[in-house]
């Protein structure tokens, strides 16, 4: 038995990255360290903030949770007025040490920066060599690190500047946050893949992934950032070196980004990763997820004694469908929420044994009794095997399945850990194949135009591409 990395039961996708950043405020790194707390559903690998002190950044990150790498001390030492910060979860394959931790702070000839980002560059790998051959040094594999190299031969002084000229050569989905020596700049991809906001407290301005993190520090939510723009936040003039207060935003736009507001938001961030307390263009995602239980409901014609949800990001779709289908809503399953990313994992002859340390059915009220299991995706279809199995081990007579989203069947470019599409159950098994598999004795998903119809309609465009294969930012090389 040793200390094991292992893939949690009931997450078989698992966003990359969540961004905080804060201009102007002199307890910069504490909002950091709380924004983090709020994020760190986005990432449980690694954790850092830098922080802008007299026009020098001073860095700390390090593996595991937020909580694991920063003492109370760390935060005090970092002091400043503003700061980026940064979880993050390794991709596949991908080892994710400590030097692809970040932000990644570099000494540029345009003076320090740091920089950290959420999502995927798909053009990074051919820039990279690009760049490698013309003399460049790369410190880290992220994808990332190919934004400071390209500003650093951009021949712009002006590291906005240089920052807009790097990004029309760079493709992919990206939320972006740059520390520099004056405060920070924050850029979305031209097709708003993934989020980032902009909020307010006292003088100071935040910029962060979702808004539960505004709201865990008490920042005041202004506006989302437009799919193609780059806001740039200066610290306001001031004799201290830690002293808060920001001047007010500047934005401009990468090529002709501008216009191109809510276009190919992931469909995910509402399905699975953002948190139910976030808003993304202005819906709340529990209420979003609650409307695609609703409309699982409205399709089916079950009958059955409970409706139970897989904690805890399908618990606002169950309910939706409780509601709508008029059957009580029960509590099927308990997740233990105090394990973290790395635990001393039971060998098979434990597991044989029954330990079952993360996720125990109650069997006093699933016993006997015809369960409809909600859960929000199926990617691999090995969670729904799973849990299908441990509901009629603690004595359900039946275990129906419903999956608020449509089957997963085209992998993610766009930043997200799933698999190659020959894990993917759905790519080449049809709906009662799987049904088989999972040994369920029912089995039925959304359509895309059921996620389009609920969400679409406020949101603007959405990328489903994992649900249709039809992928709005072009792929290539190693991702085509
Ligand atoms: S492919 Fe799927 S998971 Fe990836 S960005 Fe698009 S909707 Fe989100």
């Known amino acids: 038995m040793g200390f094991v990395k292992t893939r949690d039961i009931s997450r078989e996708i698992r966003e990359r990255c969540g961004v905080f950043a804060v201009v102007g405020h002199p307890k910069a790194s504490e909002l950091c360290y709380y924004g983090l707390y709020a994020l760190q559903h986005r990432g449980q690998e690694s954790a850092g903030i830098a922080v802008l ?48 931790a970040q932000p990644i702070s570099v000494k540029m000839w345009q003076g320090q920066m740091a920089f950290a980002h959420n999502g995927n560059l798909i053009n990074a790998p051919r820039l990279r060599a690009r ?3 013309d003399g460049s040094i790369f410190q880290t594999t992220s994808d990332c690190e190919v934004i400071p190299h390209l500003m650093a031969k951009s021949g712009l002084n002006d590291p906005v500047k240089a920052l807009i000229k790097s990004l029309s050569d760079v493709r992919g989905a990206y939320s972006l946050c740059v520390l520099t020596s004056k405060g920070v700049i924050a850029a979305k991809d031209p097709h708003g893949v993934r989020p980032l906001c902009l909020g307010k407290l006292d003088g100071a301005y935040i910029i962060c992934s979702e808004t539960c993190a505004l709201d865990a520090v008490g920042a005041e939510f202004i506006r989302e950032i ?24 500047v934005s401009c736009y990468i090529d002709g980004a501008r216009g191109k507001r809510g276009m190919d938001l992931c469909v995910f961030e509402f399905i699975y990763f953002a948190r139910p307390d976030s808003d993304l ?47 009580p809503y029960e509590m099927g399953i308990v997740k233990n929420r105090y394990i973290g990313r790395t635990f001393i994992a039971p ?53 129906h399945v419903r999956i608020s989203s449509p ?74």
């Open 53 to 100: 002190n007299g026009g020098r950044i001073q860095t700390k990150k390090g593996m595991g949770l937020v909580a694991d790498v920063f003492t109370k001390d760390d935060i005090v030492r970092l002091r400043g007025g503003s700061a980026l910060a940064h979880v993050r979860y390794s991709n596949v394959g991908d080892e994710g040490g400590i030097e692809d």
């Open 131 to 133: 760049l490698e051959q």
């Open 226 to 249: 437009d799919p193609g723009e780059v806001v740039f936040i200066e610290e306001a003039e001031h004799p201290g070196s830690d002293v808060g207060r920001a001047k007010p935003p």
């Open 281 to 327: 263009y202005g819906i709340n995602v529990h209420a979003a997820r609650k409307a695609l239980g609703r409309r699982l409901a409205q399709k089916d014609s079950l009958s059955a004694d409970l409706v139970m949800g897989i904690p805890d990001s399908s618990l606002s779709a169950a309910t939706g469908y409780a509601e709508e289908a008029g059957i």
């Open 347 to 399: 060998t098979q002859p434990l597991r044989e044994l029954g330990v079952k340390i993360k996720i125990n059915p109650l069997r006093k009220v699933v016993s006997g009794k015809r369960v409809v299991m909600v859960d929000d995706s199926m990617v691999r279809g090995t969670t729904s095997k799973y849990l299908v199995g441990l509901l009629k081990a603690a004595g359900a007579k039946e275990v």
């Open 407 to 480: 089957p997963y069947r085209f992998p993610c470019f766009y930043g997200i850990d799933t698999s190659s599409s020959g894990e993917l159950i759905a790519a080449e098994k049809t709906q009662e194949q799987i049904r088989e598999l999972i040994g369920a004795d029912s089995l039925a998903f959304l359509d895309v135009e059921d996620l389009e119809e609920i969400l679409g309609r406020r949101a603007g465009n959405l990328c489903t591409a994992c649900f249709t294969g039809k992928y709005p930012i072009p792929l290539e090389g190693e991702y085509r």
